[in-house]
Structures are given as structure tokens and as C-alpha cells.
Antibody, heavy 120, light 107 residues
Framework: QLQLQESGPRLVKPSETLSLTCTIS??????????WGWIRQSPGKGLEWIGNMYHRGSTNYNPSLKSRVAIFADASQKQFSLRLTSVTAADTAVYYCARPSAYGDFVSDWGQGLLVTVSS | EIVLTQSPDTLSVSPGERATLSCRAS??????FAWYQQRPGQAPRLLIYGASTRATDIPATFSGSGSGTEFTLTISSLQSEDFALYYCQQYHNWPWTFGQGTKVEIK
């Protein structure tokens, strides 16, 4: 059974970089059947798909965040990370790591979510 | 980006009654469409994909229909655990996008 767990700082200062990690249990980034993503949820913008990482390391990002975001894998193949630079209060949200289904680009597995607040 | 508009924002329904939720896409998405349920403090849970296919372990009281730009989620007989937030999602064009949500509350 796949389990995903987000971790990282819960408070980030404006203009700094938000860095989160997703730890995978019961699966591996190296599987070619799946890709891995980050999604966030805020009161102002609702659910927003941030971007994806594919098993060979390629990525695609939401154009609204593309200039500030990076998603990359850990060498262990059991973690992948999100980095969002130059954050503002608008980046305050619950951040979820996710694994879309092998049958389509909808999410069958979610982490529990991590609330990150951007504030000085 | 494809914008999804859900209606209504809030739906008040009595237990045992039917609930019908709608989602309209700003352009056609074929059947590349999903529905999720979110309970307080939890991550969303996949209910429907391919517009009408129930996900694993989802009861038959949930059904999805539609294609193109108009989609419907029907809950045939509301149970206490079904009072929650519901979101639609399209995966036809990147970026994948979600609707703003419909809250189903007890009448």
C-alpha cells in the first residue's frame, strides 16, 4: 500500500524559499508506470496543481508558477522534493504530494498535506 | 488554462435524499474528468474518473455523467459521511485544473 508523507518547515518568511519533501512508502520514484506531483490548496485559489516529475527526471510545471518552482528526486528514489522561491503570503497553503493513477492524470494517492504559512 | 465552474456553491440536502452537483468547463475536455470528495482535515479522495468510472471502493450511490463541457455528480441517497466538499478536475489540457468546490451540507 502506497503511503506519502510531506515534511518541511511550516513557517517561511516572505521572499525566502519554501522547500518540502515527500517520502514514499510502498513504492518508488523509479517506476515507469507512474509520475509524481505536488498540489496545493489555499482559501484564495482553491486546489492548484503545481507540477509533476516523471521517472526519468523530466518535469512540467504550472505556467503560473514556472519561474519559481522546481521538483526533483532524491538519490534514494524514496523521496522527491518541491522548491518554491520568492514566496509571498499568497503561497500560504496546504501542500500535498500526490501520485496520479497509472490510468490517467487524476490523483489516486495523496499525502496527508502540510500547512505552510508565509509570514514574517 | 481551462476553468471549471461548479454549481451550486452550497447544496443543502436531507439524509437519504439525492444530491446533484454540476461542473462546467470553459472548453471541451472530452471524458478527461474526475470528481473528488474532501472531508474536513483530510486530503481529497478520488470518487470518479473518466467522467463516469467509479474509483476503487467507491459505493454505487456515487455516479458521474457528462462529456465535453458539462458534467454531473449524483449521490443517490446521502449518508452522514457524504456531507463534505466535492471538487471536479479536468486532465485534458495542462495545467490540470480543479473547480472551486461544492459543499454538501445537512438540511
Amino acid at each position: 500500500q502506497l503511503q506519502l508523507q510531506e515534511s518541511g518547515p511550516r513557517l517561511v518568511k516572505p521572499s525566502e524559499t519554501l522547500s518540502l519533501t515527500c517520502t514514499i512508502s510502498g513504492g518508488s520514484i523509479s517506476s515507469s508506470s507512474f509520475y509524481w506531483g505536488w498540489i496545493r490548496q489555499s482559501p484564495g485559489k482553491g486546489l492548484e496543481w503545481i507540477g509533476n516529475m516523471y521517472h526519468r527526471g523530466s518535469t512540467n510545471y504550472n505556467p503560473s508558477l514556472k519561474s519559481r518552482v522546481a521538483i526533483f528526486a532524491d538519490a534514494s528514489q524514496k523521496q522527491f522534493s518541491l522548491r518554491l522561491t520568492s514566496v509571498t503570503a499568497a503561497d500560504t497553503a496546504v501542500y500535498y504530494c500526490a501520485r496520479p493513477s497509472a490510468y490517467g492524470d487524476f490523483v489516486s494517492d495523496w499525502g496527508q498535506g502540510l500547512l505552510v504559512t508565509v509570514s514574517s | 488554462e481551462i476553468v471549471l465552474t461548479q454549481s451550486p456553491d452550497t447544496l443543502s440536502v436531507s439524509p437519504g435524499e439525492r444530491a446533484t452537483l454540476s461542473c462546467r468547463a470553459s472548453q471541451g475536455v472530452g471524458s478527461n474528468f474526475a470528481w473528488y470528495q474532501q472531508r474536513p482535515g483530510q486530503a481529497p479522495r478520488l470518487l470518479i474518473y473518466g467522467a463516469s468510472t467509479r474509483a476503487t471502493d467507491i459505493p454505487a450511490t456515487f455516479s458521474g455523467s457528462g462529456s465535453g463541457t458539462e458534467f454531473t455528480l449524483t449521490i443517490s441517497s446521502l449518508q452522514s459521511e457524504d456531507f463534505a466538499l466535492y471538487y471536479c478536475q479536468q486532465y485534458h489540457n495542462w495545467p490540470w485544473t480543479f473547480g472551486q468546490g461544492t459543499k454538501v451540507e445537512i438540511k
